[in-house]
């Protein structure tokens, strides 16, 4: 079924498009935000329309040409088509309709602190092909596009990439289809290649080839780690305090955005805090955030390794971090521990209902909640809600431009 003449009003977090027929919404691949297209369903549903565009008949007014030249194949940007200004009014609706959704929460003005569109990323990760390229996901699928570059990543990153694709080449031309993705870290100086293979054989190989490696490099298997050159680890600079980061630790991809980010946490909790963050990961948050003072829970115990080495690197007096579950917490252990504040940031599904459980009972009046979700933020808010919490405060933080990610900090209080 074709429709026609369709005004595309937004787009959602997964890149494809939004528009008003006149018996549902239509949620459209390949559409422009503020185009006038012609659309064929693929799928209909009991509330909407699956669909894709086949014709534009008006462009968009906040069209622009991508600067990049994958943007129509990669997965990695959705809305680089578009100029900022609309990129961040986006964004704004995204967060605005999710808290009017599902807390019932009306925002009229809500602030964006807006950051670089490009040269942002302190992290990518990029599959390996079987010639041993480089490449991105295509969008809405598992095939890959060969890249040369990503306008994303810092610069140290983009300068290395084709010296770093050599390294893969060169392997994958010895043992074939043996790697499978590389994870690229960079600080100011230094770059960490974290490289997934998926035959044992190679190790030798990489041992003896790049033990003397410029960079620092790890191999991934589903045994272990092997550091095969350099640290293990890059040390990360952040509102004057240093971070050890590992593997697999937690750390925000945009240097710039999470200073923004982390002032904003720190204004919304206010001074002279004993702070429990859950899910601390290695504590580059809490500390960031609230000097010291913190109690810092997390499932794994690598990174609670981490997270006392960092406050050890930047002189904590008064911390503890313990290797739990978030549901290990309860109102005997706040009243222990003499916490007066919560600071969250949970992965993207949010947080489980049990813990909103345990943190009310708890009765702790402050609770900064950090999410890159606006979905899962605003149903948290509800339950909070339930439960006596109300939102204080809610700001957005731009750290993906070109993609309709976003970060956000939010203060839920109560009496």
């Given at each position: 079924?074709?429709?026609?003449?369709?005004?595309?009003?937004?787009?959602?977090?997964?890149?494809?498009?939004?528009?008003?027929?006149?018996?549902?919404?239509?949620?459209?691949?390949?559409?422009?935000?503020?185009?006038?297209?012609?659309?064929?369903?693929?799928?209909?549903?009991?509330?909407?329309?699956?669909?894709?565009?086949?014709?534009?008949?008006?462009?968009?007014?906040?069209?622009?040409?991508?600067?990049?030249?994958?943007?129509?194949?990669?997965?990695?940007?959705?809305?680089?088509?578009?100029?900022?200004?609309?990129?961040?009014?986006?964004?704004?609706?995204?967060?605005?309709n999710a808290l009017l959704k599902s807390a019932k929460i009306k925002i009229d003005d809500l602030e964006i602190l807006e950051g670089k569109e490009f040269g942002y990323r302190n992290k990518i990760r990029l599959q390996i092909n079987k010639n041993g390229k480089l490449a991105y996901n295509k969008k809405y699928s598992n095939d890959l596009v060969e890249i040369k570059d990503c306008l994303l990543a810092k610069d140290l990153i983009r300068?290395?990439?084709?010296?770093?694709?050599?390294?893969?080449?060169?392997?994958?031309?010895?043992?074939?289809?043996?790697?499978?993705?590389?994870t690229i870290r960079a600080n100011e100086k230094e770059i960490l290649l974290n490289i997934k293979i998926k035959d044992e054989k190679i190790i030798p190989y990489i041992k003896n080839q790049y033990k003397n490696s410029t960079y620092n490099i790890n191999l991934i298997n589903k045994k272990e780690t092997i550091n095969i050159s350099?640290?293990?680890?890059?040390?990360?600079?952040?509102?004057?305090?240093?971070?050890?980061?590992?593997?697999?630790?937690?750390?925000?991809?945009?240097?710039?955005?999470?200073?923004?980010?982390?002032?904003?946490?720190?204004?919304?909790?206010?001074?002279?805090?004993?702070v429990l963050d859950l899910f601390c990961g290695s504590a580059t948050s809490s500390i960031a955030i609230n000097d010291d003072h913190v109690v810092g829970i997390e499932i794994n115990k690598n990174a609670i390794k981490d997270a006392k080495a960092n406050a050890k690197e930047n002189d904590l007096k008064d911390y503890k971090f313990i290797a739990k579950n978030a549901n290990y917490i309860d109102d005997k252990f706040i009243k222990k521990e003499k916490i007066d504040a919560i600071v969250l940031d949970p992965p993207r599904r949010g947080l489980d209902k049990e813990i909103i459980k345990t943190i009310a009972k708890t009765k702790i009046k402050k609770i900064v909640y950090i999410s890159c979700n606006p979905q899962t933020l605003a149903r948290d808010i509800k339950r909070f809600q339930e439960k006596g919490y109300k939102l204080e405060k809610i700001k957005g933080c731009d750290m993906f431009s070109e993609t309709m990610h976003v970060e956000m900090v939010a203060l839920i209080a109560r009496d």
């Amino acid at each position: 079924m074709e429709i026609k003449n369709i005004k595309i009003i937004d787009i959602l977090q997964d890149g494809r498009a939004v528009a008003k027929t006149e018996s549902k919404t239509a949620f459209i691949e390949g559409a422009i935000y503020g185009e006038v297209c012609n659309i064929k369903v693929n799928n209909e549903k009991k509330n909407f329309f699956e669909a894709e565009k086949t014709k534009t008949l008006e462009k968009s007014p906040y069209l622009r040409k991508p600067p990049c030249p994958y943007y129509y194949e990669c997965g990695g940007c959705s809305i680089m088509d578009i100029n900022y200004k609309s990129q961040i009014k986006l964004k704004k609706n995204l967060i605005k309709n999710a808290l009017l959704k599902s807390a019932k929460i009306k925002i009229d003005d809500l602030e964006i602190l807006e950051g670089k569109e490009f040269g942002y990323r302190n992290k990518i990760r990029l599959q390996i092909n079987k010639n041993g390229k480089l490449a991105y996901n295509k969008k809405y699928s598992n095939d890959l596009v060969e890249i040369k570059d990503c306008l994303l990543a810092k610069d140290l990153i983009r300068k290395n990439l084709e010296k770093i694709e050599e390294i893969t080449k060169d392997i994958t031309k010895k043992y074939p289809n043996s790697l499978e993705e590389i994870t690229i870290r960079a600080n100011e100086k230094e770059i960490l290649l974290n490289i997934k293979i998926k035959d044992e054989k190679i190790i030798p190989y990489i041992k003896n080839q790049y033990k003397n490696s410029t960079y620092n490099i790890n191999l991934i298997n589903k045994k272990e780690t092997i550091n095969i050159s350099g640290k293990n680890y890059l040390v990360y600079n952040l509102l004057g305090k240093k971070f050890k980061i590992t593997m697999n630790d937690f750390y925000q991809v945009n240097d710039y955005m999470t200073e923004k980010l982390y002032k904003t946490a720190k204004d919304f909790l206010g001074e002279n805090q004993k702070v429990l963050d859950l899910f601390c990961g290695s504590a580059t948050s809490s500390i960031a955030i609230n000097d010291d003072h913190v109690v810092g829970i997390e499932i794994n115990k690598n990174a609670i390794k981490d997270a006392k080495a960092n406050a050890k690197e930047n002189d904590l007096k008064d911390y503890k971090f313990i290797a739990k579950n978030a549901n290990y917490i309860d109102d005997k252990f706040i009243k222990k521990e003499k916490i007066d504040a919560i600071v969250l940031d949970p992965p993207r599904r949010g947080l489980d209902k049990e813990i909103i459980k345990t943190i009310a009972k708890t009765k702790i009046k402050k609770i900064v909640y950090i999410s890159c979700n606006p979905q899962t933020l605003a149903r948290d808010i509800k339950r909070f809600q339930e439960k006596g919490y109300k939102l204080e405060k809610i700001k957005g933080c731009d750290m993906f431009s070109e993609t309709m990610h976003v970060e956000m900090v939010a203060l839920i209080a109560r009496d």
